[in-house]
């Protein structure tokens, strides 16, 4: 049977490269666990435009419905992974990003400073993850048991 989730990693840093991009390899081992496949990993700058024009071309291909992506979600000012990601979605779902601010600021009030968002383009589900392993093993933990649900919905696989 063919995987239901079709995943993209995108690394949101001005300094990493594949071969030192721990967020995302973790991103990756967790996508795998659970099941999906992963069918694309890059690495783009903190610049907002290259960052609109990499979620645009990634949310937009039909082998991928789900994008996750780590870093660039903080307060520095190169942090613009969130308005990237608001200027391509056309529909909002903040009750993931929610979930993932409420459940991480149990555990570290550092988590209060994400400013993560998750939203829908298309069939396409897209969540911003923090940039450290500890984060996005966390937030993957969070929206793990809804991701297939999700997706299924996107994809219309679903008894309404």
């Given at each position: 049977m063919k995987p239901l989730i079709k995943a993209a990693?995108?690394?949101?840093?001005?300094?990493?490269?594949?071969?030192?991009d721990v967020s995302g390899t973790v991103l990756v081992g967790l996508l795998i666990a659970a099941g999906a496949e992963v069918h694309e990993r890059l690495i783009v700058k903190d610049d907002l435009e290259e960052?609109?024009?990499?979620?645009?071309e990634l949310a937009d291909r039909d082998d991928i419905n789900l994008i996750?992506?780590?870093?660039?979600?903080g307060f520095a000012p190169r942090d613009v992974t969130p308005e990237a990601t608001r200027a391509i979605i056309e529909r909002e779902a903040p009750g993931i990003a929610e979930a993932i601010?409420?459940?991480?600021?149990?555990?570290?009030?550092?988590?209060?400073?994400?400013?993560?968002v998750a939203?829908?383009?298309?069939?396409?589900?897209i969540i911003n993850f923090p940039g450290s392993p500890r984060g996005v093993t966390e937030?993957?933990?969070?929206?793990?048991p809804?991701?297939?649900h999700a997706i299924d919905l996107l994809?219309?696989?679903?008894?309404?």
């Amino acid at each position: 049977m063919k995987p239901l989730i079709k995943a993209a990693v995108v690394t949101a840093s001005d300094s990493r490269h594949l071969d030192d991009d721990v967020s995302g390899t973790v991103l990756v081992g967790l996508l795998i666990a659970a099941g999906a496949e992963v069918h694309e990993r890059l690495i783009v700058k903190d610049d907002l435009e290259e960052l609109i024009h990499t979620l645009h071309e990634l949310a937009d291909r039909d082998d991928i419905n789900l994008i996750l992506t780590t870093g660039g979600t903080g307060f520095a000012p190169r942090d613009v992974t969130p308005e990237a990601t608001r200027a391509i979605i056309e529909r909002e779902a903040p009750g993931i990003a929610e979930a993932i601010r409420r459940e991480t600021a149990a555990a570290t009030p550092m988590a209060m400073l994400s400013r993560g968002v998750a939203g829908i383009r298309g069939n396409t589900l897209i969540i911003n993850f923090p940039g450290s392993p500890r984060g996005v093993t966390e937030c993957f933990e969070i929206i793990r048991p809804v991701l297939g649900h999700a997706i299924d919905l996107l994809e219309d696989r679903t008894n309404h």
